[in-house]
C-alpha cells in the first residue's frame, strides 16, 4: 500500500519574504537608474556630433566642387530624418543658418 506524503509545511514563500525582495529589487533599480539617463545623454549628444560631421563632410565637398559653401541641405544631398516629435528617430534638427563663399554657419 502507498502512502502519500502531506507537503504542507513547505508550500513556499511567504508573503512577507516576497515582498522584501520586491522591496529590495525597486532599491536597486532607483538607485541603477541616474546612470543609466546618463548613458542616454551621452548617446544623445554623440547623435548630433556625427550628423554635424555628416553635414561638414557634405559641405568641404561641395566647396570643393563649386568654389562655395551651399545654404541649403538639400543641396549638398543631406537628408534631414524627421523628428521623434514628428514620428521620426531624429532627436535634433539639423540646419544650415547661413552660408557664403568663405563659411557656413
Same mark, same amino acid.
Given at each position: 500500500?502507498? $502512502? $502519500?506524503?502531506? $507537503?504542507?509545511?513547505? +508550500?513556499?514563500?511567504?508573503?512577507? %519574504?516576497?515582498? =522584501? =525582495? ?6 536597486? =533599480?532607483?538607485?541603477a ?13 554623440t547623435? +548630433? ?11 568641404k ?13 538639400? %543641396? ?7 523628428? =521623434?516629435? %514628428? ?6 534638427k539639423? %540646419?544650415?543658418?547661413? +552660408? ?6
Amino acid at each position: 500500500m502507498t $502512502y $502519500y506524503r502531506s $507537503y504542507l509545511g513547505n +508550500a513556499g514563500f511567504s508573503l512577507t %519574504e516576497l515582498l =522584501v =525582495v520586491i522591496v529590495i529589487i525597486g532599491v536597486l =533599480v532607483l538607485l541603477a537608474l541616474p546612470r543609466f539617463t546618463s548613458v542616454i545623454d551621452k548617446t544623445k549628444t554623440t547623435e +548630433a556630433k556625427l550628423q554635424l560631421k555628416h553635414l561638414h563632410t557634405l559641405q568641404k565637398s561641395f566647396f570643393y566642387e563649386h568654389d562655395r559653401y551651399s545654404a541649403s541641405p538639400g %543641396e549638398i544631398g543631406y537628408e534631414q530624418s524627421p523628428l =521623434v516629435s %514628428e514620428g521620426g528617430s531624429a532627436r535634433y534638427k539639423i %540646419e544650415i543658418v547661413s +552660408a557664403d563663399g568663405r563659411s557656413f554657419l
